[in-house]
T-cell receptor, first 113, second 115 residues
Framework: AQSVAQPEDQVNVAEGNPLTVKCTYS??????LFWYVQYPNRGLQFLLK??????LVKGSYGFEAEFNKSQTSFHLKKPSALVSDSALYFC???????????FGKGTTLSVSS | SAVISQKPSRDICQRGTSLTIQCQVD?????MFWYRQQPGQSLTLIAT?????????ESGFVIDKFPISRPNLTFSTLTVSNMSPEDSSIYLC????????????FGQGTRLTVV
């Protein structure tokens, strides 16, 4: 069975500082990994994905994520946080194309000015 | 990409009643998925809807409570039956194209409050 763990309920960071939101996964085959963001009272927005290829994936709004197969991790990163990055972030996984995503519990990112 | 229209966007319902949520996709897709997001929680998969067959429900979800229709390749409905306040959640429709390098797409969700 697939699963995703986001070990932190909340991450607090000062504006301008780098941020990391952690995610580890478990799948039986090759993982398809995703990050989504949810702003209050808004739908899910896709940030980035890892399917294959380079371990460092770049996505929307300056976010990037690093796939680490040996550690089964896919941490979300940004070099310089903005207050507007404050939101709820979800890591998700699936093991085949066309199947449902399995989501982590989510991590609330709070960026202070 | 796929554009998903979901309605209603929100509703306030009396306990004991039922609400049907509609999901329309702008392209044909094999699988459609329904998720529930309880307040402050993550997204939990309710069921997978494949056109022409009965939906497949995840553990903890049953057809009598969440009947799903999938009459064609672009449309699905989820009904929340005999509602109680515990059903107050956001319900989301999603599609995941069969192409491996494509992300899943989500509707804007239906915010349901049961009073």
């Amino acid at each position: 069975a697939q699963s995703v763990a986001q070990p932190e309920d909340q991450v607090n960071v000062a504006e301008g500082n780098p941020l990391t939101v952690k995610c580890t996964y478990s799948v039986s085959g090759n993982p398809y990994l995703f990050w989504y963001v949810q702003y209050p009272n808004r739908g899910l927005q896709f940030l980035l994905k890892y399917i294959t290829g380079d371990n460092l994936v770049k996505g929307s709004y300056g976010f990037e994520a690093e796939f680490n197969k040996s550690q089964t991790s896919f941490h979300l990163k940004k070099p310089s946080a903005l207050v507007s990055d404050s939101a709820l972030y979800f890591c998700a996984v699936r093991d085949q194309a066309g199947t449902a995503l399995i989501f982590g519990k989510g991590t609330t990112l709070s960026v202070s000015s | 990409s796929a554009v998903i229209s979901q309605k209603p966007s929100r509703d306030i319902c009396q306990r004991g009643t039922s609400l049907t949520i509609q999901c329309q996709v702008d392209s044909q897709v094999t699988m459609m998925f329904w998720y529930r997001q309880q307040p402050g929680q993550s997204l939990t998969l309710i069921a997978t809807a494949n056109q022409g067959s009965e939906a497949t429900y995840e553990s903890g979800f049953v057809i009598d409570k969440f009947p799903i229709s999938r009459p064609n390749l672009t449309f699905s409905t989820l009904t929340v039956s005999n509602m109680s306040p515990e059903d107050s959640s956001i319900y989301l429709c999603s599609v995941a194209p069969q192409v491996s390098n494509t992300e899943a797409f989500f509707g804007q969700g239906t915010r349901l409050t049961v009073v």
